[in-house]
């Protein structure tokens, strides 16, 4: 009887041990984005036996992914005038630092029709930011 008590204390602590590995996810330090902002995700890179950072600056044009492990965005950029899009997952450890840039206005949580515009056309509005002074 008590080998069995003390086996099920051992499992409560592995069950508890691997809630908390979990629940310190990434993606609680990232800042909250939406479709339509712009943001720079900084990842590392290996090649070979060297490891460096790169950054990928884009719109999001769609978040999918119901819990943060399964979790992924997708940016889109115009670089020398193609237009590249990137899937990122959240968790995923390559990624270094998210930074938001701009928050866009936008009316759709899927943006895929930036693909068929080009130039002006392709911009986004900004969203008016209301900041309170705290000194009032």
Known sequence: MTLRLINIIDI???????????SQ????SYPQFKAGDTITVTYRIKEG??????????VVIQICGATPYTKTFTIRKVSNGIGV????????????????????KVRRARIFYLR???GKKARIKEAKRVVKNPAE
């Open 25 to 28: 996810n990434k993606a609680a």
């Open 12 to 22: 409560m602590d592995l069950i508890n041990l691997v809630e908390q590995s979990f």
């Open 116 to 118: 068929n515009l080009a």
């Open 49 to 58: 036996d060297k490891e460096r950072l790169q950054s990928f600056r884009g």
């Open 85 to 104: 899009e990137r899937i990122f997952p959240y968790e995923s450890p390559a990624i270094d630092k998210i930074e938001l840039n701009k928050v866009g």
